[in-house]
């Protein structure tokens, strides 16, 4: 199971206004709030941290957890610069961030016996479909290259809860993915059992 | 207040969020606000303030995980403004 989640920061300046009254309140519980007041840069700790709660929630989804609209019901801690956990009820995951000036890439980080490919790309468009059948071609490329397929024949499909799974064929994949994309950026976390490769 | 007047002014509320122009127009009950308009999650936190602001509401953590599509959102409008008398 895995999860992640990209923050173009430049659109995110344009288009989410954190300052605005209760938006912290809502996303924050007292302990994070705490954390972005005694940052030297509020906003990245802003959106490191959201990165974090979403990468978690795409991974309790994938683990059957039920979908849920509150941000404040993730719970996050922090080890150091790249590392923290994320707790929703009874799951928890540990988290990775990775960060540049432009963006930030969030990911679970949970097995020991698959590797784990992380990949962030530009996307031409910003139109969301348009940005969404980018961010797949992406994805299945990578595949087809990982695990040795023919890429005209891998599709991505979903289920009907809305939850995308890979065919090679028209035979499902038992790979696990989780993509995300956000302003300019698209990014994909992927996992590879070791015996595999 | 009235079901089509309830809609018009929540499609008012999401429309400068919404990432999915042609789901919009064909908006319904049961337009689902991320998987049918692509809203961000971001985004999601903003309709639910605009809401407050706009009907001197407050919307508890439990209310905003419903407000899903356009169907729930209009349920949780109705109840909090009931609940105010």
């Known amino acids: ?197 | 207040m009235d079901k089509e007047a309830l809609i018009a002014e929540l499609k008012e509320i999401i429309k400068p969020y919404v990432q999915d122009q042609e789901a919009f127009g064909k908006l319904t009950e049961d337009t689902h606000f991320i998987t049918d308009l692509k809203i961000n999650s971001a985004n999601l936190v903003d309709i639910v303030l605009d809401t407050e602001d706009k009907y001197n509401i407050e919307i508890d953590n439990d209310s905003m995980d419903k407000m899903s599509d356009v169907k729930s959102a209009m349920g949780v409008i109705e109840e909090k403004i009931a609940a105010k008398g």
């Open chain 1, 1 to 197: 199971m895995i999860g992640n989640d990209i923050i173009d920061l430049a659109y995110t300046r344009e288009n989410t206004n954190w300052q605005r009254r209760g938006f912290l309140d809502k996303v924050f519980s007292e302990s994070e709030q705490e954390i972005i007041h005694q940052s030297s840069d509020p906003f990245t700790s802003i959106w490191r941290l959201w990165s974090m709660k979403e990468a978690a929630y795409k991974c309790y989804l994938q683990k059957g957890g039920l979908p849920f609209n509150s941000p404040s019901r993730i719970a996050i801690s922090l080890k150091n610069n790249l590392k923290g956990d994320a707790q929703i009820e009874e799951f928890s995951v540990a988290i990775v961030s990775e960060y540049t000036k432009r963006y930030i890439h969030s990911y679970t980080h949970s097995s020991k016996q698959h590797w784990q490919i992380n990949e962030v790309f530009e996307l031409s468009q910003s139109d969301a479909n348009t940005q969404s059948a980018e961010t797949h071609k992406k994805l299945i490329n990578r595949i087809a290259i990982d695990w040795q397929k023919e890429e005209s024949s891998l599709t991505i499909k979903k289920d009907r809860l809305g939850k995308p799974f890979v065919c090679f064929r028209e035979q499902k994949l038992d790979i696990h993915f989780s993509m995300s994309h956000h302003g300019n950026f698209g990014a994909f976390s992927l996992l590879k059992p070791v015996s595999e490769s």
